[in-house]
């Protein structure tokens, strides 16, 4: 078995409302799947003359499923299951032509799987429950119960998953899973970060519209150098460009108070990406993660989302 007959398997077949199955509606990676796909390799697991033979992997794949007790580890589970195998097979891809090219084209990254994985850990199917959780659903006392599971997929909105869910996952996360305190605080301080931020750059247009009469047009190009976006760029280089600018205001005759506002809304521009850091860190349990990290997932899911629309386009999209 190879290493993109793994990816097949817990992509396609088994339990549409397995861990990894939902991780993958999540993240709206399962729209790259076509339905042909996902029907021809649930055809080939039901087949009962592939049920008991003797199955030898290769050594590639060998090497992915030893690091399951790993992924395990990483996401604090007991045990491993379908969201785990898909991490193995995502971290092994460079070493398989197949798989790198279905994580290029999805966009999916360990960090989106584990963040995934971490909010669907009580929605799963049966088969993926896990083993310090095993015990009866019905009890005479109700501490001896397991934690509660959805066993199947709830309804979901037919426009949830988006060009721009894709786009936005490196980002965003959702609060269902959300246990401290701290995480939730610290998502609360960022939506008013991010609306702070909306209000000075609606300010910071409306003050350029007014002094359109009052500044030179090497003005206009200064207020448009600020105003551009720059999320590609590192902190360091940010804070480069923005001395650079506000230097030049001086000799352009810009009015300070104009400066004060462009350079302020950048500052709070730069709060929220530090923000944004921080809740991503936690979402994925991971203290080392960088912003050179979040922009290499960014950049992941602009290529996915921008394969999405040509799907759509060419009408190859799955319909689920």
């Known amino acids: 078995m190879q290493l993109m007959h793994l990816v097949l398997a817990v992509t396609c077949a088994g339990d549409p409302s397995s861990r990894a199955r939902l991780v993958m509606r999540n993240t709206a990676a399962h729209h790259f799947l076509s339905e042909e796909l996902c029907t021809a390799v649930s ?9 008991g033979a003797a199955v030898s992997f290769s ?8 690091r399951l007790a790993f992924w395990t580890a990483r996401t604090g589970d007991a045990s491993a299951d379908t ?21 290029h084209t999805t966009g999916l990254t360990e960090r989106a799987v584990v963040r995934g994985a971490m909010a669907e850990r009580h929605r ?26 959805a066993f199947k997929t709830g309804a979901r909105r037919p426009d949830e998953h988006t060009v721009r869910s894709i786009t936005l996952r490196s980002q965003m996360t959702g609060v269902s899973h959300v246990s401290s305190r701290v995480q939730a605080h610290l998502i609360r301080l960022h939506m008013w970060v991010l609306l702070w931020s909306q209000l000075l750059v609606l300010a910071t247009v409306f003050a ?11 003005s206009w190009l200064w207020l448009g150098s600020l105003m551009a976006r720059r999320q590609h760029l590192s902190p360091g280089a940010r804070l480069a460009v923005d001395l650079v600018c506000g ?18 809304t950048r500052v709070v521009e730069l709060l929220d990406g530090r923000l944004a850091l921080l809740q991503v860190s936690g979402d994925t349990g991971d203290a080392a993660l960088t912003e050179k990290d979040i922009r290499a997932d960014r950049r992941a899911d602009h290529r996915a989302a921008k394969y999405y629309q040509v799907l759509r386009v060419t009408g190859r999209l799955s319909p689920e």
């Open 208 to 218: 350029m519209l007014w002094s359109a009469h009052h500044v030179t047009p090497w």
């Open 43 to 51: 055809r080939v697991e039901s087949d009962e003359a592939y049920r």
């Open 83 to 103: 969201a785990h195998l898909l991490l193995v097979c995502l971290e092994a891809r460079m070493r398989d032509e197949q798989v790198r090219k279905f994580a």
């Open 247 to 264: 230097t030049a205001s001086v000799f352009l005759a810009v009015p300070w108070w104009l400066a004060v506002l462009a350079l302020t």
């Open 124 to 149: 799963v199917c049966p088969g993926d429950r896990q083993s310090s959780e095993r015990g009866p659903i019905l009890s005479p006392h109700r501490p001896d119960r397991p934690a509660p599971y």
């Open 59 to 66: 050594p590639v794949a060998t090497a992915a499923l030893d």
